[in-house]
């Protein structure tokens, strides 16, 4: 039997979590974090890629870090000036590139489930055609896991 990549407690304060920090790095190895929004399904880490100004969005740094090098991390975690209530889930996987039309139905089901997630999404913030799904393969978790509050 394997041991469970995290406890019950951790997993739902990542799925409770609003936002949480992305980590890719390209062949040069140089970091690069942004947060994010996600959706987590069928134990994979669904982030989508949200319109930008910019005019070619899957040119984006960390979707060109992705294509260099799939290992990334996620982080979720907490804050309050209650230390006690002080937590957060280090997760380390690898990712891929999703496309609407190529991966039409994993890209649907997390499609879904960030609308469901974000009101945003309903409303008039579009979900590109590009989204990073993220398997994780380690994971470490400190601290206060049952904050309601995230």
């Known amino acids: 039997m394997t ?3 995290l406890s019950g407690d951790a997993w739902a304060f990542v799925e409770r979590a609003r936002v949480a920090r992305l980590a890719t790095a390209g062949r040069d190895a140089a970091p690069h974090v942004v947060p994010v929004v996600f959706a987590v399904l069928d ?3 669904y982030v989508p890629v949200d319109g930008k100004q910019k005019n070619d969005i899957e040119r984006l740094k960390r979707l060109d870090n992705i294509r ?5 991390s996620f982080l979720v975690d907490h804050y309050e000036d209650d230390w006690a209530k002080l937590g957060f889930v280090l997760i380390f996987g690898s990712a891929r590139i999703i496309h609407a039309e190529a991966d ?3 890209y649907e089901k997390a499609a879904a489930h960030l ?3 974000y009101a945003q999404y309903r409303g008039s913030i579009t979900i590109h055609a590009w989204m990073i799904e993220i398997t ?3 994971a470490a978790s400190w601290g206060a896991m049952n904050t309601e509050e995230l």
């Open 115 to 117: 609308r469901q997630k």
């Open 104 to 106: 039409a139905a994993a």
């Open 68 to 72: 260099e090098n799939a290992q990334v």
């Open 43 to 45: 134990g994979k880490i």
């Open 136 to 138: 994780p393969h380690r």
């Open 3 to 5: 041991k469970p990549l």
